[in-house]
């Protein structure tokens, strides 16, 4: 078993910037992979950006050029850092944890991008 709990959400005006964590816990296998998914009202599940234990890392075009996905192996943490926010990114955010054929997925964190 894997626990993921996300963090670092909340709201924040068009242009702003947050950074989002998600620790992860349990039976961690050294080789997988990690990444950021958002839900928006309405919409489907969508990848935002994933991260293999090596660092390669790999974003949706919607966020690319403005989020930055990072892993710090040793703590067993993934981080989102997102910068230039619109309104369109206003979504719950997932860690998602990928390793051999165990899936697991966080709650989520709310960031609402807003004036």
């Known amino acids: 078993q894997v626990q993921l709990v996300e963090s670092g959400g909340g709201l924040v005006q068009p242009g702003g910037s947050l950074r989002l964590s998600c620790a992860a816990s349990?039976?961690?296998?050294?080789?997988?992979?990690m990444a950021w998914y958002r839900q928006a009202p309405g919409k489907q599940r969508e990848l935002v950006g994933s991260?293999?234990?090596?660092?390669?890392?790999d974003y949706a075009d919607s966020v690319k050029g403005r989020f930055t996905i990072s892993r710090d192996n040793a703590k067993n943490m993934v981080y989102l850092q997102m910068n230039s926010l619109k309104p369109e990114d206003t979504a719950v955010y997932l860690c998602?944890?990928?390793?051999?054929?165990?899936?697991?997925w966080g709650q989520g964190t709310q960031v609402t991008v807003s004036s």
């Open positions: 991260i293999t234990s090596r660092g390669s890392a």
């Open positions: 998602y944890y990928s390793a051999y054929r165990e899936v697991y």
């Open positions: 349990g039976s961690i296998f050294r080789i997988n992979t």
